[in-house]
């Protein structure tokens, strides 16, 4: 059973935007950290943004930081990532994913779905011109 449910990829053009939504059952997102993990063509799982069950905690990936902003919505149990400044290199199937803490552990590559607590389906995100 799927438990995470991501949404909102697509395609655009390099220097557009793009928002991914996380929606989750209210009792994972009240009490796991959530965040995405994104794989491109050919490359490995690599984790590159993670927010704290309650907020206070955000970690983002180099490759990422000051372009993407992950947030969290109370009202509907989602958490969402505003992706501004897309390059050709952000192109990639992003997973949403979940595990009890969010840290800078978690910008790293991901072997398999088992290091997280609960795992989407990806959504792809295709940045062309």
């Known amino acids: 059973e799927v438990q995470l449910q991501a949404s909102g990829g697509g395609t655009v053009q390099p220097g557009g935007s793009l928002k991914l939504s996380c929606a989750a059952p209210?009792?994972?997102?009240?009490?796991?950290?959530i965040g995405w993990v994104r794989q491109a063509p050919g490359k490995e799982r690599e984790g590159i943004v993670c927010?704290?069950?309650?907020?206070?905690?955000?970690y983002y990936d180099d490759s990422v930081k000051g372009r993407f902003t992950i947030s969290r919505d109370g009202a509907v149990n989602t958490v969402n990532l505003q992706m501004n400044s897309l390059k050709p290199d952000d192109t990639a199937v992003y997973y949403c994913?979940?595990?009890?803490?969010?840290?800078?552990?978690?910008?790293?590559?991901?072997?398999?779905?088992?290091?997280?607590?609960?795992w989407g389906q990806g959504t792809l995100v295709t940045v062309s011109s």
């Open positions: 994913a979940s595990r009890r803490f969010c840290t800078r552990n978690w910008m790293r590559t991901v072997r398999t779905e088992n290091e997280f607590s609960f």
């Open positions: 209210k009792d994972i997102f009240d009490e796991y950290g």
């Open positions: 927010i704290s069950s309650t907020g206070g905690s955000i």
